[in-house]
């Protein structure tokens, strides 16, 4: 459930910035305002995991989906320079698909 959470809170991100556009905008802010994804029609969650999605493929490169149940949200993206997926609340901030580990040690080599 705590993974759930922590894409509500990414979907919060994306909303007051104005980054999902369409239908998926307006059904993230449901989502957000219900605290949950429990509240959707088959239709809206597709429709929100094609916005979110889309948003995901533009940020990080190479970022690949899966087919995600009903009522389930999507993988987080992986680390752009190691393997590991990224917690969902670090994604919307990411540097260059970068987990805040690698993004830091990238810093560190830039001083």
């Known amino acids: 459930?705590?993974?759930r959470d922590e894409f509500v809170d990414f979907l919060g991100q994306l909303v007051s910035s104005e980054q999902l556009e369409g239908p998926?905008?307006?059904?993230?802010?449901?989502?957000?305002?219900d605290g949950s994804m429990s509240g959707l029609t088959r239709n809206q969650h597709y429709a929100l995991m094609a916005g979110v999605t889309s948003w995901l493929g533009g940020n990080f490169a190479g970022y690949k989906t899966r087919s995600v149940e009903f009522g389930e949200s999507p993988p987080a993206p992986t680390c752009s320079e190691c393997p590991?997926?990224?917690?969902w609340s670090e994604v919307?901030?990411?540097?260059n698909g970068r987990c805040s580990w690698c993004q830091n040690v990238h810093h560190k080599d830039e001083d």
């Open 1 to 3: 459930m705590e993974d």
């Open 92 to 95: 919307f901030l990411a540097e």
């Open 24 to 33: 998926a905008g307006g059904i993230a802010k449901k989502v957000v305002a």
């Open 84 to 87: 590991n997926e990224m917690p």
